[in-house]
């Protein structure tokens, strides 16, 4: 199949989206921006020397959804989305990202509560940013 017509096929799966469908994607795409969003302002707490009790709010956010993400994805919802159909073909490592986030995200928490310096804090906000990539590379289109 072309790129082309691939496109065309992905637009035509857009407008057939049931109601459920729809649903489902809204919940996901609400919970992906909600952890972007965490994100952005733990990396700027860090850049301004912030509050840790705050960074660690944000990242709680983080291992809140992070354990919702296999339920925001049941089987071949929401294709024609950026969620590719591999997500279900390797359900183990997509729900393998999804645990690791959240083990990671933990940690971020337990590093901003116990006083550790700004510098390890940093560190562990690598390693959990990582995990959003390297579970996009896989399973998510990029659009734009
Ligand atoms: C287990 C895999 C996985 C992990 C981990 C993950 N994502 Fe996602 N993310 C996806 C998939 C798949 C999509 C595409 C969903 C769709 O379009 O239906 C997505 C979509 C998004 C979107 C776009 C939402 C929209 O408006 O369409 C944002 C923003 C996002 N993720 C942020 C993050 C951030 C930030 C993290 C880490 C804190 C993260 N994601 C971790 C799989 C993951």
Known sequence: MTLAAAGI??????????????KVTDVREDGMKEMGKALKSIKGLISDNGDKAEIAA?????????????????????????AKPVIWEQWDK???NAKNLNAQASQLVAAAQNGSDMGAIQTQFTNTGKVCGTCHEDFKNQKD
């Open 9 to 22: 096929l992905g637009a035509a799966n857009m407008g057939h989206k049931s109601q459920a469908d729809e």
């Open 58 to 82: 944000q990242a709680q956010k983080i291992v809140n959804n992070s354990a919702k993400i296999p339920t925001w994805f049941p089987k071949e919802a929401g294709l024609g989305e950026a």
């Open 94 to 96: 997509f729900e393998g």
